[in-house]
């Protein structure tokens, strides 16, 4: 028999960065098809996953802020942004063969359809992936901490949060060659040396759920299967 995944629902965070590959903004399709590659193969085990995308290679809140635009205003581009970048992922996931929904937490109907729960909880049941678009749908908050709501609020066994980096680590391991990777972390440790996994607010929601986040890298080939197989793949944050 073929060996099993350990974890039968997930919730994978990509940031917007992700998408942008080499060039400076924007979506590299290459970068995209090359992701969507290491989706498939962990839905072809019979994962359910759900994907929240960030929106930070075309859009930030804080950048719109920072040159003199009302916050909740920039907030609300950069969750349109999240948009752009769900229907670009999920139009990748539909051309690989995969059946990719997109739910958006802000009402444009007209592009994608709302955000309902349990419809959601159906889709994942079919075998489809769902993409969380626009964030929690509120201004002030992170697409990390739509990545922790939506992981709760769909019952994910853990956040996989995607980084550049496979892991956590000691000290930055570019700079400092002695940096060691963690392999699992509590949240109280991570917390106590001010890792920065997640913001305050995806990271408070995640420990209040006991919802483990695993912080790998989606460019790693083969490293999200490792994941869903439970391999010592990536830093484990759990309670
Ligand atoms: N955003 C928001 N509420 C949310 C999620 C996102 O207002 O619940 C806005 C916020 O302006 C943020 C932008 O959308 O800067 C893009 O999301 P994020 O910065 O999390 O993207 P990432 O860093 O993952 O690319």
Same mark, same amino acid.
């Given at each position: ?20 590959? %080499? ?12 992701? *969507? ?91 489809? *992936?769902?993409?969380? /678009? ?11 901490? /739509? ?8 019952? /994910?066994?853990? *956040? ?47 420990? %209040? ?17 490792? *994941? ?12």
């Amino acid at each position: 028999t073929m060996p099993q995944p350990a974890h039968k629902r997930i919730l994978l965070k990509l940031s917007g960065e992700a998408l942008m590959g %080499d060039d400076q903004f924007g979506i590299n399709r290459a970068t995209i098809v090359r992701m *969507v590659e290491e989706i498939a193969e962990v839905t072809r085990m019979g994962v359910e996953v759900a994907v929240v995308i960030g929106g930070g290679n075309i859009f930030r809140g804080v950048a719109g802020g920072a040159v003199g635009m009302d916050r909740a205003t920039a907030d609300y581009m950069g969750m349109l942004a999240t948009v752009m970048n769900s229907l670009a992922l999920a139009d990748a996931m539909n051309k690989a063969g995969l059946t990719a929904r997109v739910m958006s937490a802000i009402g444009i109907d007209q592009v994608v359809e709302p955000y309902v729960r349990p419809k959601a909880l159906q889709y994942l049941e079919e075998g489809k *992936v769902v993409v969380f /678009a626009a964030g929690t749908g509120n201004p002030f908050f992170t697409t990390d901490t /739509a990545a922790a709501l939506r992981g709760a609020e769909i019952g /994910a066994e853990m *956040v996989l949060k995607a980084t550049k980096v496979d892991g956590v680590y000691s000290a930055d391991p570019k700079k400092d060659p002695n940096a060691t990777r963690y392999s699992h972390l509590s949240f109280d440790e991570a917390m106590g040396q001010n890792l920065g996994i997640m913001d305050a607010t995806a990271f408070a929601l995640c420990r %209040d759920q006991k919802l483990p986040i695993k912080v790998f890298s989606i460019f790693k080939n083969g490293a999200l299967k490792r *994941v869903v197989m439970g391999e010592d793949e990536g830093t484990l944050v759990h309670v």
